[in-house]
Every structure is written in C-alpha cells, then in structure tokens.
Nanobody
Framework: QVQPVESGGGLVQAGASLRLACVASGSTFSRYNMGWFRQVSGKEREFVAVSNWSGGNTRYADSVKGRFTISRDNAKNMVYLQMNSLKPEDTAVYYC??????????????????WGQGTQVTVSS
C-alpha cells in the first residue's frame, strides 16, 4: 500500500506553468500505476493523466493533451504533473492516486485505491 501526498499547487496567470509533485510512501510504489485527477466544487472528479508502473506508458485527457506531462521517479517514490500553457478552466483541486490493481491505464476514479488530500491550482485570466 502507498499513501500519496501532493504539493506544488498555487495561483498563476493564464499561459503560465506549474509542476505538481506527489510523494507516495510505501515500498511498493514502483508496482502501481499512478494517476492525476482534478475536481471543481460541485462537479465530479475528472481524469487528467495516468502513468503505468515504469513511466513508459501514459494516457491523457483530451483537454490536457499536449499541455500536461506526467512522469515518475520510482527511486524517489515520486510522480509529477508538468502543466504548461495553463488556462482558467484548469482551475481545480488536483489529486494524485494509486491504482494498486494495475494492468490498465484507468481513467475512472473508482479504479483507484489510494488518494492524496489534493492541492489547489488556480489560473487567473
């Protein structure tokens, strides 16, 4: 089991970049697919990106493709979300999550077993 903890959120202007980081405690981190989701108050949690256990296979939501990049460093139990060309509609609480079952690049929040507390990203116009 792992417990993700996110950091790196903040307030930026449209067009800026941010890098979110997620550290996941536990010796089994490198076994798990790791995903990023986001949520706006009153709306469902939305898939953003997922990386397989090695980082060699990734998947993105259409809304962030070409702007966001997910990466991971298994030696440090870290997963990152590099966000470029941010837009006001990217404003949300961003969550890191671990899929302990693996074998898929899940885009549905219900497939993930462990969640962080979230970090707020606000993009002003």
């Amino acid at each position: 089991q792992v417990q993700p903890v996110e950091s790196g959120g903040g307030l930026v202007q449209a067009g800026a970049s941010l890098r979110l980081a997620c550290v996941a405690s536990g010796s089994t981190f490198s076994r798990y697919n790791m995903g990023w989701f986001r949520q706006v108050s009153g709306k469902e949690r939305e898939f953003v990106a997922v990386s397989n256990w090695s980082g060699g296979n990734t998947r993105y939501a259409d809304s962030v493709k070409g702007r966001f990049t997910i990466s991971r460093d298994n030696a440090k139990n870290m997963v990152y979300l590099q966000m470029n060309s941010l837009k006001p509609e990217d404003t949300a609480v961003y969550y890191c999550a671990a899929d302990e079952t693996g074998g898929r690049l899940a885009v549905v929040a219900g497939y993930y077993d462990r969640w962080g507390q979230g970090t707020q990203v606000t993009v002003s116009s």
